[in-house]
DNA sequence: AATCTGTGCGCAAACGGTTTCAAAGTGAAT
DNA sequence: ATTCACTTTGAAACCGTTTGCGCACAGATT
């Protein structure tokens, strides 16, 4: 590993100038044939600034952090490439780190990265202790959330998450459907609040009344949409489709749908919210609502980087642009006794 | 952002005193009443050490890169899960870095990695450059591939492969198959010629005859389970069943198969290779062998905290004990003309 | 010849820690 | 009173960078 000092040894130069030269600092002037050795001479040892010594002398260190709740979630994945492409086009290096479950120890775990490692952190955590919030903003650490707002945080990204519910539910409503279920996420996570406030502002502007026993709450994950599923197929009066919050909801929505012998969509007609190869691979395809979840990545980091310069710019954005992506797991229901009566 | 210096300005002692009991140093004795007030003011200022500053000093960071080609593939996921708690365990921070698509920089990007970032990387690249190896090896860089072995490579740990492959194809035979295909992963990964060898031994054992047309080769992606099923289904003399390399590969197969009119098992049993939720929510649920990811992911830690240490210890290791997970995508085959002749 | 204006370079002080070494203080033994 | 051993603390070097400042030397100006 060698250091600007033994490149300056080789280049015959005080180390000083090696940092200029490699800097191409505009304030001092070099002999161009000095310039030349310094450069060969780091070239010929391979030379690599320590971004230790580095960050500690700028304050500084050229990378951001993304932490993420669970890796195999693939809402993430898609997060994750935006961000990735924003901050390697502005220079910056994008690590992740997951905090896998570790939840008391959020705090520590972002204290730990805050420290040196990372210029910033993006918090994508749907359930985040309000503890680490109040946290980063005394500390003012750098920070934005997203896919996730907050009371406390000042700054996040999301989108528009209540205008993709009503999509999916719209499109069920246009199919004909009248008694459509809701499977939602978890009450403490903003985004499964908006896409219910979608659902139901749906229902509203088509005149359909809302009805309690219809939708089931739980958690992101597939068991969820499991035991929703069974839940809402044994009502004495069960819907003829669900809108699922989310794309792990919606698989495991089917996958208990299978097992129980509804049919889908000729029992049970389902549309899920968040698009991915996943909704593809499903049999049948699952008509999903498409997030511009990659563009949440990438301002996430804008913003983030904004704030690590000080330059002013919005704190909170919502990004709309949901679309729907039609696949095989809605039916056209005819008109029957409901429309009749 | 307190410093050292702020602490012991606060406790009245010189900073040396305030480094030596955070640290609780053994080598110097300091008073019980000093050891208080310095603990005292270092709580009240709420300090943190700088981890800049900390490694820089000390040569070590305590945390160590995990990098992956695709942060999407379920594959990786569990790979993580074990990478995470082993480095939890030993104290240390693990970092995700995905390379995503940018090949060609991946050498500058573990430069930059390495260059004080993280203490050592592990590799999780199916798809690595050799250049990239030999300059770690050359630059004494501690790192360490999983899942992937090299002949550049000194340390790496990876599953058994060709076990695993043997054990999914001897059971497509135990259900009577014996025209088998094989859906075969990059024949530039490693993992993918030593299941390939796999499927090879178990045709060999049962004395069925090795058909070239019966494996086609391709990438780990679902894309490729698709065109591969699609050659195999329109074969003269098609299989009956075929092994999939690779969990979506397999997807992607089914997923074609659907499309086609093939229907799973009925028309065509399949096997996959890996196990994750993917695998259970497919429709039929698909049966795969699952490998022992998370213990890879735990091995490479120990094995990356050993190099960095200095410490001896084995440097190649393949983690034996997969086990086949059946669903329902496979069929059992009754004796027929085959067995009758 | 003395002064001025640049150019090209080196010195040294940070950045925030860790750790070696020596000095000061304490009390007991000689 | 002096020596000694031991505890407690401070001073200073160092890790590898960046950068303000000053020095030396060149050529141009008076």
Redesign the pocket.
Known sequence: ?????DV?RLA?????????V??D?K?????????QRVQEAAEALG????A???G????SVGSLALVIPDISNPVYAEIIRGAEQEARQSGHFLLLASTAGADPRTLEFMQALLEGRVDGVILANALLDDAVIDALEAGRYPYVLVNRRSQRARRYVVADDAAGALLAVNHLIERGHRRIGHLAGPPTADTALNRKLGYRHALEAAGIVFDRDLVVEGSYSTESGRIGVQQLVSLPHPPTAVFAANLRVAAGAMDAARRLGVRIPDDLSIVGMHDAELAELLSPGLTTVRLPLEGLGREAVRMLLRVTRGEPGPEQVVLTGAELVERESVRTIQETAHSAS
Chains 1, 2 share one sequence.
């Open positions: 590993m060698p250091t600007l000092r300056a015959g130069v005080h180390l000083s100038i090696v940092s200029r490699l800097n600092d304030k001092t002037s070099v002999k161009e044939e000095t310039r030379y690599w600034p320590n230790l010594a580095r500690l002398k700028m304050k």
